[in-house]
Nanobody, 120 residues
């Protein structure tokens, strides 16, 4: 199983970016999917989570600016980031609870991270 994150880049304050994270491999089921971020010198914090039923929750710092969504047919989650601030600069990681087909084991998988830089 692999999670592939994409969509990061350089954006000016007030701008927008859309991150994607696609899961691939022998997957039976995908449960909660999440976005985390880690700024230089800081711990990795959860930004948003979306359940298999589509319920979403956000960190207070991004509420009203970021939107998480998922497309189960594509096994992909998205993070629409609007009104970006310099403090949103970080490496963004996706993460998912996945049950694999062969053994029916359930585990947490991480993507490789994509860098978002908010700067003028």
């Amino acid at each position: 199983v692999q999670l592939q994150a994409s969509g990061g880049g350089l954006v000016q304050p007030g701008g927008s970016l859309r991150l994607s994270c696609a899961a691939s491999g022998s997957i039976l089921s995908i449960y909660d999917m999440r976005w985390y971020r880690q700024a230089p010198g800081k711990q990795r914090d959860m930004v948003a989570v979306i359940t298999s039923g589509g319920s979403a929750n956000y960190a207070d710092s991004v509420k009203g600016r970021f939107t998480i969504s998922r497309d189960d047919a594509k096994r992909t989650i998205y993070l629409q980031m609007n009104s970006l601030k310099p403090e949103d600069t970080a490496v963004y990681y996706c993460n998912a609870d996945i049950r694999i087909l062969r053994t029916r084991d359930r585990d947490v998988y991480w993507g490789q991270g994509t860098l978002v830089t908010v700067s003028s």
